[in-house]
């Protein structure tokens, strides 16, 4: 039996080798790009990963956190940091930040200098080898089918990788859902709540 130690999970290389493989061309030893076709492939499935990323899923995605302005007023935005927004921003309207010249801008006040923190829910982009395995096969499959429009002139591949992208998807929302601890109840992070069990009652 296979070990948790022994398990490999995908990286960049097995990607672009497994988008070889979905439009029938043969593996690589390494990321060369200095073959022009590699290096597209690569490009695709980095452009793709920050697609998928951006739409904020849980493993990237934190709620409330707590920023503070540098010396300078100003709150620079990390480069890997690809969505933010004001914590309950809906109901706090004397806030609207957007990113400008690379720090954040208050539209309602019209400055890019701060005197307080700010808490914002942010969405972080990552590394393709640092995704949870769901989103990297999502990630990868969904690159074949854009690998298979550009570079093959084959209709019926590329809907039988849409397919396939569709699955993995739906593999993702699982995920999601699953890890995402989301509540119909609208209960807010930092409580807890016991719901009634039927079981409690039969065990009196």
Known sequence: MTTPSTISLDTELSAVNSILGSIGQAPVNSLNHT??????????????NIDVQNE???????YNFKYSPNIDGHFIVAPN????DVTDGQNI?????????GRLYDKYNHTDVFTTDLYLDVVTVYEFNDLPS???RYVTHRASGRAAAQLVANPQLVELLA??????????????C????????GWPDGTSYQAYKPHHA???
């Open 35 to 48: 073959n022009p076709e590699i290096s597209i492939l690569h490009n695709i499935l980095r452009e793709v």
């Open 134 to 136: 769901v989103f990297q």
């Open 163 to 176: 397919t396939q992208e569709a699955q993995s998807r739906a593999a993702c929302m699982e995920y999601e």
């Open 81 to 84: 940091v690809i969505r933010y």
């Open 93 to 101: 309207r004397t806030t609207d930040v957007v990113k400008r010249n």
């Open 56 to 62: 904020g899923w849980s493993f990237n995605t934190e």
């Open 178 to 185: 699953d890890q995402g601890d989301h509540t119909f109840m």
């Open 202 to 204: 039969l065990r009196r």
